[in-house]
């Protein structure tokens, strides 16, 4: 049953500190997704990769936030310095080519920034 | 540029209801349609999806159809229960920008 990981589950920090977030898509898939959730807004698109490029990152904040994809395997969301209002639930997902645009949703980080 | 809006919520029902939570769309192409469901503490899964006017999508009991002329994706659902609480959202695909766009999303609360 292929599924979308994430790590850590959950994040407790002090503002100013790094946070780095990281994401295994599911193996074949060439689409990276990554979200923000919080009550206030709701689910917002920060960042997507297609084939490891970055195909738009206009919904992170750029100053403090990057995105990358060391490999295929491998997505990462970096935060730093991190800010008590970054406090959130970040999900990563992950689409196939020939799928219809569907994306396959990991459990996602929740982070806490004290 | 596209859009997706879904009705407030929360909904409440009582085990056994009829479900509809509305969801209405504005697209300048031919968007595929799609309805995803997150249970507390976890990540958005889909539930079903339509890929054509006309097309109905289903799982679980649950049932959504493309509606273009009113531009509507509607979910629905005869009889509810409790473990069907969740936060449900609406979503279309973005061709141009290669994209899901989602709604604000709907809780449903269902009670025994």
């Known amino acids: 049953d292929a599924r979308v990981t994430q790590t850590p589950r959950h994040k407790v920090t002090e503002m100013g500190q790094e946070v780095t977030m990281r994401c295994q898509p599911i193996?074949?898939?060439?689409?990276v997704f990554w979200y923000r959730q919080t009550m206030m807004q709701g689910l917002e698109l920060l960042a997507y990769?297609?084939?490891?490029?970055?195909?738009?990152d206009s919904g992170m904040p750029k100053d403090r936030f990057s995105a990358e994809m060391p490999d295929a395997t491998l997505a990462t969301l970096k935060i730093q310095p991190s800010e008590p209002r970054d406090s959130a639930v970040y999900f990563c997902a992950s689409g196939a080519p020939g799928t219809g645009e569907t994306q396959y949703f990991g459990p996602g980080t929740r982070l806490l920034v004290l | 540029g596209d859009s997706v809006t879904q009705m407030e919520g929360p909904v409440t029902l009582s085990e056994e209801a009829f479900l509809t939570i509305n969801c209405t769309y504005t697209a300048t192409g031919y968007p595929s349609l799609f309805w995803y469901v997150q249970y507390p503490g976890e990540g958005l899964q889909l539930l079903l999806k339509a890929t054509k006017a006309d097309d109905k999508g289903s799982n679980k009991g649950f049932e959504a159809t493309y509606r273009k002329e009113t531009t509507s994706f509607h979910l629905e659902k005869g009889s509810v229960q409790v473990s069907d609480s969740a936060v449900y959202f609406c979503?279309?695909?973005?061709?141009?920008?290669?994209?899901?766009?989602f709604g604000t999303g709907t809780r449903l609360q269902v009670f025994p």
């Open positions: 979503a279309l695909s973005d061709y141009v920008a290669d994209k899901l766009i």
């Open positions: 990769f297609r084939n490891r490029a970055p195909l738009d």
């Open positions: 193996l074949g898939h060439n689409t």
